[in-house]
């Protein structure tokens, strides 16, 4: 008589990617309640099945472990879900319409909320004013986010009901950018953008909770089954984890949401969001900071002056003798830091910061990370893997603006490793992979394209920005599953199909490794299971069926 116990789900295909290899094989995959049970060939899994197991049965599909996003912001990108993406604009003057277009359908809402511009893709490469603004919407508040989300536009009247003006001081590391009469132009910087997001962004829970349904759903239906919500510049005004504990208690979160809020000199608050979030779909996993702002808006701190503007370098957020110690103090306590660091400067002053949490501490598994790493200089790429650090990287990011925007700021020598993903690989930096949504979209196979192409914005396979800084489709997809996982303390859980490990998989709609790498832009996800249940999937005639044995 068979002893073994009888599987919920039998998933088998043609081409299963556990992740323990480079290439899928045929393979079946027992699930029993929340767990992977086995994995095996489609002969050794059938004593699993009874009579009310599932079995999906799969041709050439690719199956792989569930998508893991190791960095993005889940009520910011909740709120874009919601507002207005002005990404494809042309102009400032198409955008200014195309808002006034879309806050004729929302007129009960208080404020029009919009995202993605980038005058940089516009044919003046002029950043926009508030005039034009004003001229479409001069009674209704506006705040429009930058691609990047580290600047915003305004119009007059959010400027007027948040109290701005010509006298308000810069807060720290922001800025309210004036004309050269000394006039508001309507773009704010950095923390500047928090004195209009505390109006913008003044939410009720019920609409947060109505947002957040819209996120989930998206997640699900893009295979993301775990995300690593970051501290954000919003954040202060947003974060709201007890609502993400009410989804969990109703059954309702249907992706696994590790915590990442601010690093602070309060680490009593970070000590309790430890022990209070704690369970399989909702957990605290370290704290978060940012040294430095993006280099389009050359808020990025750099080693040398940027290329186009001389007289600056940036600058750091924080004095950097400050930063080592809020790192050095934090680290003392057994927490796990998250750096967002764009310019070489900001990248080299937090490898110093965990270098001397080391010296001072003591080597341990802390596996401190630096988010984004969009410029690097060539001495620093070993000393990620000397110092244990985690490269998070986003590479739909190299397709937001014009190369020759960073070519601008750069020049040619320095450009040379902007997003250098293969080379701080093969210096033997463990890489993890996100999206940063609602700044790209939550959508993983646009970052294992841009990873496995480097096809700038333009969408050309002719225009290939540091070709040789591409990877193989299965680093890629080990970089969206597995590298997160171990980023997150969750290898031995997530990132890999293995028996004991928890029973999040994706099935995409074709074999990755069979099609020409443009078609994976195109790959949809057929389905989605987290924690051993289907949360998402996509049912057409004659490609899968679903029997009951």
């Known amino acids: ?66 998508f893991h996003d190791f960095h993005l912001h889940i009520v910011p990108g909740s709120i874009e879900l919601d507002s207005i993406n002005l990404y494809d604009a042309k102009s400032e003057e198409e955008a200014a319409d195309r808002v006034r277009q879309f806050a004729d359908t929302r007129p009960e809402d208080p404020w029009i909320i919009g995202f993605a511009w980038d005058h940089g893709a516009w044919e003046n490469k002029l950043l926009p004013s508030r005039a ?33 003006n010509s006298d308000t001081e810069n807060p720290p590391f922001g800025e309210i950018a004036k004309d050269e009469k000394g006039e508001l132009t309507g773009i704010l910087y950095e923390k500047a953008m928090d004195l209009i997001l505390n109006g913008a962004y003044d939410f009720t829970r019920e609409k947060k909770s109505q947002i957040l349904k819209k996120f989930f759903k998206q997640a699900a239906e893009y295979g993301v089954t775990s995300v690593n919500d970051m501290y954000a510049p919003s954040s202060d005004i947003l974060d709201d984890f007890e609502l993400f504990r009410l989804f969990e208690n109703s059954g309702d979160l249907t992706t696994r949401i590790h915590l990442t809020p601010a690093l602070t000199t309060d680490l009593e608050r970070s000590k309790k969001l430890r022990d209070t979030y704690s369970s399989d779909m909702l957990q605290f996993s370290g704290l978060k900071f940012f040294i430095d702002g993006v280099i389009t808006g050359y808020t990025a701190y750099m080693l040398e002056p940027y290329a186009d503007r001389p007289e600056t370098r940036g600058h750091s957020s924080i004095l950097p003798e400050e930063f080592i110690k809020l790192v050095v103090d934090a680290d003392r306590e057994g927490f796990r830091i998250r750096v967002h660091a764009i310019g070489d400067g900001g990248v080299r002053l937090v490898l110093d910061a965990f270098e001397q949490a080391q010296k001072l501490n003591g080597v341990r598994d802390s596996r401190h990370t630096i988010e984004h790493i969009e410029s690097i200089h060539p001495n620093d790429m070993t000393r990620f893997n000397e110092l244990g650090v985690i490269a998070s990287m986003q590479p739909q990011h190299l397709a937001l603006t014009d190369k020759a925007v960073y070519l601008s700021r750069l020049g040619k020598e320095r450009d040379k490793l902007t997003f250098a993903v293969n080379t701080l690989k093969k210096a033997g930096a463990r890489l993890a992979f996100g999206s940063d949504f609602p700044v790209t979209s939550l959508n993983p196979m646009l970052e294992i394209y841009r990873a496995v192409t ?55 709609d074709r074999n990755l490794f069979e099609v020409p790498a443009e078609e994976i832009v195109n790959t949809k996800v057929k389905l989605t299971i987290v924690d051993g249940k289907v949360v998402f999937e996509q049912k057409e005639k004659n490609k899968i069926t679903l029997e009951t044995t």
């Open 1 to 66: 008589m068979n002893s073994r116990k009888i599987a919920d789900i039998v998933i088998s295909g043609n081409a299963v990617f556990t992740g323990l290899d480079n290439f899928p094989e045929p393979a079946a995959i027992a699930i029993i309640g929340n767990k992977i049970a086995a994995v095996g060939s489609y002969a050794e899994i059938t004593s699993y099945i009874g009579t009310n197991t599932k079995v999906y049965h799969y041709e050439d599909q690719l199956i792989v472990p569930g």
């Open 454 to 508: 480097r096809v700038d914005y333009t969408g050309s396979p002719e225009n290939v920005w540091n070709p040789e800084e591409s990877i193989t489709l299965a680093e890629a997809l080990k970089a969206y599953t597995y590298g997160p996982a171990y980023g997150s303390f969750r290898e031995h859980e997530l990132g890999t199909l293995e028996p004991g490990k928890l029973a999040d998989i994706v099935v995409l």
């Open 132 to 164: 034009s603004l004003d001229r479409v919407l001069p009674d209704r508040p506006v705040i429009l986010n930058h691609v990047e989300c580290h600047y915003a536009w305004v119009n007059s009247k959010a400027l007027e009901l948040m109290g701005i």
